[in-house]
């Protein structure tokens, strides 16, 4: 770090005691998936909006910082670090770029700044029940009706559904030709007519995903984004800030915090805290030299004009690294994996803990942490992916 | 070691066998089990009644208990069925933990509780790990003071499986030593009413129910003390730790059966995802686990059966590549699921939570490493 990016460190740093209240805190602490509580993630957005950071890295023209690589993963540290609740990220990360890409200058009027704001709060509509890996094999149909699509069919796993204001969807508008080639996107607000929300309790038991209805939705034309059939174009457009916009390593240094919390608090089997085990140390130098050749590897993402495979190496590395972050948290927390305290996880619980103190979020994060490899594709599909595309196989 | 002549069960363990299957594919579906498993905490798995008229329960107890003299056989073929339809009922804690330390009781004991138990009546907890120290397995920092004729107990018990739905405790407490030792622990038998037991009863994420146990001046009389022998508390334990794995291997071998339909039903591209290599090498993989583990459990059922001197490095053995084997198959079978196996509705999801919770009972994969090397150095020697 040079003294120009100390002294911005230390401006995070003030900025965040300042504004990052104690509820907030608690809501960055309590998370045990990629989302913060709702309400909490709303209000610190706001916060950070009122400075002008809730989209550093968008290009300052639309409201971004104009912060350097380096400067935007300072800041983003920093807020891990501090444990501040993670923003509703599909606006920012996802759609943000897509509507300055593709969009008409209305869509980036009417939108960009309500994301910026935290005004709208989008989910992603992809995934069908028949479609995940295969999306191009999507069947929600949007047909045109005078100025409107009409749209059937349904999405799964919609993150955020039940909250979210907005949803951007992949709908089928021709069937001829590559299943790829008859694919829209469109734009809709969640309390259309004909939108119906079915949620989807999780295995840590509570919901975060939703089964979304469409029956015979009137969704304006004006709301495609992208011309119509080539809605894949703007989806993979899309997929690739997915994949390419996470920094994994500061999760894993989270992660690896949580560790060394654990290790200190637990005792193994031959009597001595974990931390002082030296089996229980070495395993966990293992993971920690893991996370450091990952993070410099997203150094070099961020430093290269054109980093392709390397993004999907992260996404691949640094899921399946945190899965064993947290899995060796769980063999320092032992027993304490199995009460269930989901009530502990609420902003406003003031009663006990079991175990560890921080065996409320370890043991969800474990069990939540199986999904990291599944969302954003599959291993197995980046795997495919860094196979064809960069090693040449086929 | 020769396993073909063990392997073979006996009319009557076919028997077994055959209505322990049959009762639980016919009866035990998940949605119902789901419902319990979700809670409240005050309401007790409903099939417990039917275990005892089927006279599951009598199975490990002595004759001259009431029971059928069952061995290592009968419970693994009990456990894996348990483990194969996801069965909540608290044989574990019980029959095996809280009934097999009342077996070491008094006869006036025995008879107090052990009918009770065996006609379902009556359930037990068995109170043995303290806060922070649940992978030690002699560590027990609640006292035990003797006065002139009771016994009185103080101390904290965690994550205590079954206690909100027993009558009974069987619990450990120090009558001499220190924290760590294994000698002077004492196993004593405590009605969960008395004064001075306090309970807070939760959920656990695989389905069942346990609560943190206060223990403050608790008096008992002096018939409480079960037994204070080292030996027998590592039988129990033992015993305990046994039974586990084979419900392990049950589960995992529903997993894996559960996997390959899924695969060969699950269409993407165009094809049944069960014709993608990757994902045919990785089942491959976890039946190669599954089989690994069960040769052990096959083995050291024998071991045990026949008291042979090496049926504690087995065991060791076995628990240490179960943890293992239960890692590689859930991760794999929630992996080649996709997005439902993250689901409580779905299946697939609430094994890996009970396999998990699995791995880290009756002593961890480390623990049973550093037992697995001090039985083997013991058996080379002799
Ligand atoms: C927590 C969570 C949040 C999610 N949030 C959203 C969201 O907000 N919006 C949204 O649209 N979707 C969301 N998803 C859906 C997610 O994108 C899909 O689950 C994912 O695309 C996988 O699809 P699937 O679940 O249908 O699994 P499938 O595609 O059926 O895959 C099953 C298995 O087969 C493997 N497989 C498939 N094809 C191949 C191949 N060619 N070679 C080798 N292996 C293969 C997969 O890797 C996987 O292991 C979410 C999912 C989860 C779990």
Redesign the interface.
């Known amino acids: 770090m040079n003294e120009e990016e100390i002294a911005f460190r230390n401006e995070v740093r003030q900025f965040i005691k300042e504004n990052l209240t104690a509820k907030l805190r608690r809501a960055g602490t309590n998370m045990t998936s990629v989302f913060a509580d709702y309400d909490c993630a709303l209000e610190w957005h706001k916060i950070l909006h009122r400075k002008g950071w809730s989209a550093p890295e968008w290009p300052e023209e639309h409201g971004g910082t104009g912060w350097s690589p380096n400067k935007q993963y300072i800041f983003q540290r920093e807020l891990k670090l501090a444990n501040a609740p993670a923003l509703m990220a599909l606006g920012i990360q996802m759609l943000g770029p897509i509507l300055m890409h593709y969009g008409t200058e209305q869509q980036k009027s009417d939108y960009l700044p309500r994301i910026l704001s935290g005004e709208d709060i989008w989910c992603q509509g992809y995934?069908e029940p028949?479609?995940?890996?295969?999306l191009a094999?999507l069947s929600t149909r949007a047909e045109r009706d005078g100025d409107d699509y009409v749209v059937n069919g349904s999405k799964?796993?919609t993150s955020f559904a039940h909250r979210a204001n907005k949803i951007f969807c992949l709908v089928r508008t021709a069937t001829e030709g590559r299943p790829q080639a008859g694919i829209s996107f469109l734009l809709a607000d969640m309390n259309l007519t004909g939108i119906t929300i079915s949620e989807?309790?999780?295995?840590d038991?509570t919901v975060e995903?939703c089964q979304v209805f469409f029956n015979d939705v009137r969704i304006p034309s004006a709301n495609l984004v992208g011309e119509e059939n080539e809605g894949w174009g703007v989806a993979k457009y899309l997929l690739e800030f997915e994949r390419g916009g996470h920094n994994y390593s500061n999760d894993h240094q989270k992660l690896l915090a949580k560790v060394r919390d654990i290790s200190g608090?637990?005792?193994?089997?031959?009597?001595l805290l974990y931390k002082d085990d030296p089996?229980?140390v070495s395993k966990l130098a293992e993971l920690e030299i893991d996370a450091l050749a990952l993070e410099i590897t997203e150094q070099r993402i961020k430093s290269s004009d054109n980093p392709g495979a390397l993004t999907s190496v992260a996404k691949l590395v640094g899921t399946e690294l945190g899965?064993k972050i947290t899995?060796l948290s769980?063999?320092a927390?032992?027993?304490?994996?199995?009460?269930?305290?989901s009530e502990a996880l609420e902003i406003d619980y003031a009663g006990t803990v079991?175990?560890?103190s921080n065996a409320v979020t370890t043991?969800a994060e474990?069990?939540?942490m199986?999904?990291s490899?599944?969302?954003g594709g599959?291993?197995?599909i980046q795997?495919?992916i860094i196979a064809r595309a960069v090693l040449g196989l086929r | 070691m020769s396993l073909d002549s063990n392997q073979k069960l006996t009319d009557e363990q076919q028997m077994l066998s055959d209505m322990v299957s049959k009762y639980l594919s016919e009866t035990y579906d998940f949605d119902s089990r789901r419902k319990i498993a979700?809670g409240p905490v005050s309401v007790a798995p409903p099939h417990w009644k039917q275990f005892a008229e089927m006279g599951w329960l009598a199975m490990p107890f002595d004759e001259s208990d009431g029971g059928f003299n069952g061995g290592p056989k009968e419970i693994s073929i009990l456990f894996e069925a348990f483990g194969k339809h996801l069965v909540l009922e608290p044989y574990l804690e019980t029959i095996l933990l809280g009934g097999g330390a009342l077996s070491f009781g008094p006869e006036d004991i025995r008879r107090q509780y052990l009918p009770a138990i065996i006609a379902g009546d009556l359930q037990c907890a068995f109170a043995h790990?303290e806060?922070?120290?649940?992978?030690?397995?002699y560590?027990v920092g609640t006292t035990a003071l003797q006065s002139k004729d009771s016994w009185q107990l103080n101390g904290v018990k965690?994550?205590v499986?079954n206690a909100p739905h027993s009558g009974l405790l069987v619990l450990t407490a120090r009558i001499k030593g220190r924290k760590?030792d294994s000698d002077g622990i004492g196993l004593f038998v405590v009605d969960k009413n008395v004064r001075g037991v306090h309970c807070?009863d939760?959920?656990?994420?695989?389905g069942?129910r346990?609560s943190?146990i206060t223990l403050n001046e608790v008096e008992v009389e002096r018939g409480a003390l079960l037994t204070v022998d080292a030996g027998q508390l590592d039988t129990l334990l033992d015993r305990a730790c046994f039974a586990v794995c084979a419900e392990a291997v049950g589960a995992m071998s529903a997993l894996i059966s559960m996997t390959i339909d899924y695969c060969q039903q699950r269409?993407?591209?165009?094809q049944s995802?069960g014709s993608?290599q990757?994902?045919q090498h990785r089942m491959v993989d976890m039946y190669i686990a599954s089989e690994l583990s069960h040769s052990l459990l096959i083995a050291t059922t024998n071991a045990i059966a026949n008291a042979s001197d090496d049926r504690h490095r087995l065991l060791a053995a076995l628990k240490f590549r179960v943890d293992r084997s239960a890692?590689e198959i859930s991760?794999g079978a929630?992996?080649m699921h996709?997005?439902i196996?993250?689901?409580?509705?779905f299946k697939v999801?609430?094994y890996?939570?009970r396999l998990?919770?699995i791995s880290?009972?009756f002593?961890?994969?480390?623990?049973q490493l550093?037992r697995y090397r001090h039985y083997n150095v013991h058996n080379n020697h002799s």
Do not use: C
């Open positions: 995934s028949g479609a995940g890996s295969d094999s799964i796993w989807i309790t999780g295995l038991g995903q608090e637990q005792f193994s089997n031959n009597g089996f229980f899965q899995e769980v063999d927390l032992g027993a304490y994996i199995a009460p269930l305290q079991i175990g560890p043991s474990y069990i939540n199986r999904a490899t599944i969302y599959s291993a197995e795997r495919n | 979700n790990h806060p922070n120290h649940t992978a030690e397995r560590y965690s994550i499986s760590h807070d939760y959920l656990t994420i695989d069942r346990a943190e269409k993407q591209f165009g995802i993608f990757a994902l890692r991760y929630i992996q996709g997005g196996a993250m689901t409580d509705e999801g609430h890996f939570k998990t919770v880290k009972q002593g961890n994969a480390n623990f550093e």
